[in-house]
């Protein structure tokens, strides 16, 4: 009876162990969930960048050095100029929201630096007038008088406080200037920029000039026409 009753503990225990090894081998039930997936808006500047030539994003790319560079040589006989412009021929001035208002403008021209040893470091040219319109959903922009006449377009940036400006050079009596792309001599490729209330700025490094960098100032007509 010793042995039976032995041998009967025996084999419940082993019976126990054999149901305890087969609950902690048996597979945890998988959670299935449902895959996420997360579609990435395009960049902004992916439209501009279809558009403009590897000579113009490779202008716009280098506006820091088109700054440094041409403040560089114009301050040592225009540092007086320069300080009176302020925050026009800032390099940090640009603000939040640089879309303009359509509508008529007052605008001059700045040209800072020299592209060649003959052009002078600071030139300020005589106010003229420019308009900004809407045409296809972009805000375009264009000079209404003189010989020399660019008229181009803004395009959105990843950049928030700036815009991209595409654009072309219409000479004397042309009533419409080229589109951009048609002649790579008459292209205009630059940043457009807000500085103060009521007032923006159009930079174009590198121009096709006598100068490293255009800046043209943009201020509202008062009385606006109708």
């Known amino acids: 009876m010793q042995l039976l009753s032995s041998f009967l503990r025996i084999a419940c225990l082993l019976g126990f162990v054999a149901i305890t090894s087969g609950c902690a081998m048996q597979p945890k039930p998988v959670q299935r969930t449902g895959a996420t997936v997360v579609v990435e808006p395009p960049p902004k500047s992916e439209a501009w960048t279809q558009i403009a030539t590897t000579a113009d994003e490779t ?12 403040l560089a040589e114009a301050k040592p006989g225009f540092a007086g100029d320069i300080r009176r412009e302020g925050v026009l021929l800032d390099p940090r001035g640009a603000l939040p929201r640089p879309a303009p208002t359509p509508g008529s403008y007052n605008c001059r021209l700045i040209k800072l630096g020299k592209a060649n040893a003959k052009a002078v470091a600071f030139e300020r040219f005589k106010p003229f007038f420019c308009y900004v319109q ?36 219409a000479l004397g009596d042309q009533q419409q200037p080229l589109a951009y792309g048609d002649d790579p001599k008459r292209d205009m490729a630059g940043v457009f920029e807000r500085i103060a209330p009521f007032r923006w700025r159009l930079v174009i490094p590198w121009p096709q000039s006598t100068s490293k960098l255009d800046v043209f100032e943009l201020t509202p007509v008062a009385d606006q026409p109708k």
Do not use: H, M, N
Not at 59 to 70: E, K, N, P
């Open 59 to 70: 202008r716009i790319s280098r506006l820091g050095l088109a700054w440094q560079q041409a």
């Open 134 to 169: 809407v045409e296809d959903d972009l805000l375009t922009i264009v000079k209404q008088t003189g010989s020399q006449r660019p008229a181009g377009r803004l395009w959105e940036d990843d950049q928030p406080d700036r815009l991209i400006y595409l654009g072309s050079l």
